[in-house]
């Protein structure tokens, strides 16, 4: 695995990176949480780029500008309809395909949300989960032929923040154990 999954606390708005990814719903509509904030601090150009796409299905995702964010593009990852619910499929396809749009376009930093997380009410640990396994299975799949070098878990606020590091540390965790019970 020739990149690396970092977590952080914080205002994912504020991290300069290639591509920041949108925790959307298909329509594209930047409303609330981690959507509103990137509306609010990167401009009306984005909505309307989002406007031009049109809307997208549940579990997919899109590119478009960053606006004034100091970061090149905004992936809107679309874990659920408007006005409705995330689910393990719509999370785990919506993230696949924000990493593959964000190697397509030369990205080499990519910050992420914890997609349906928050209004679209998926368990925030399952979430970690998720968002985390997919992660790590695209960087091990991209192996050392470039593509991402830095997969960085941005969380809005300590609880959320803790409950990645458990989830990521129990995952390495693993991976160690695993190793320990191939070298006997």
């Not at 809307?55 to 309809?81: K, N, Q, S, Y």
């Not at 985390?132 to 192996?143: D, F, I, V, W």
Request: aromatic share 4%; proline share 4%.
């Amino acid at each position: 695995m020739s990149g690396r999954i970092t977590l952080h606390e914080g205002d994912i708005t504020e991290h300069e990176v290639d591509a920041i990814v949108n925790a959307a719903n298909s329509d594209l509509v930047l409303g609330a949480g981690v959507a509103g904030a990137i509306r609010a601090k990167g401009g009306p150009e984005i909505q309307a780029e989002c406007d031009a796409h049109g809307p997208i299905a549940v579990g997919e995702a899109a590119i478009t500008g960053a606006g004034a964010l100091p970061a090149r593009f905004v992936i809107h990852a679309a874990g659920m309809p408007p006005g409705g619910q995330a689910s393990e499929e719509s999370v785990r396809g919506a993230m696949r395909h924000s990493l593959a749009l964000a190697v397509e376009n030369g990205c080499r930093s990519v910050a992420v949300p914890a997609i349906g997380a928050g209004i679209a009410g998926f368990p925030l640990q399952r979430c970690a989960e998720v968002l985390l396994e997919e992660a790590r299975g695209h960087l091990a799949a991209s192996g050392e032929e470039g593509g991402l070098e830095e997969i960085r878990f941005v969380l809005f606020g300590e609880p959320a923040f803790r409950v990645f590091e458990m989830v990521n540390d129990a995952a390495r965790v693993a991976e160690q154990m695993e190793r320990l019970r191939q070298r006997k």
